[in-house]
């Protein structure tokens, strides 16, 4: 078992001194995760707080089969979905957006007119991440923001590796139609 594993393991036995390291260890990249997915901090935040209480409740049956890391992202990833489908539906019932505003991070380096342009090119991104279907923004997010090989975001996801491919290029050219760039970059 590598060092993830055996951590997981104590917790799994009930270790709270464990638990704490596996949140200090992965608490900020379930979070930048669930940020990426849902666009909003304090949203994230909380989902973060209910994926840690699912793998602290779950933890008696978790089984050292492979990445730590792919277990925690499955887990968030199954909760984004429940939470997302749970707000479509109350947002139906309600004739309200089902997204927020997302957030962009602040950057006090550089002068106010470069930090201006980047607080717009990030909300840019941010809208238009926002506007692809869920399936196409998780692969996206994994791959390509997450920087996750193909199979392990395939593991994740629960899709072959070659829908991963095909998602995320599917992703990278609905994202370059709405910001507005038609054309390959690296062409």
Known sequence: MDADQQLMARVRDGDREAFEALYSRFGSPVMRFLYRLCGQRALAEDLTQDVFLKVWRAAAGWQPLGKVSTWLFQIAKRHWWNEAAK??????????????????????DGSPAERLARSEAARAVEDALAGLSPRLRLVFVLVRLERLAYAEAARIAGIPVGTVKSRAAAAEAALRRLLGRDHDPRA
């Open 87 to 108: 707000r479509r539906r109350r947002a139906s019932v309600r004739g309200t957006s089902l997204e927020g505003t997302p957030e962009t991070a602040t950057d006090a």
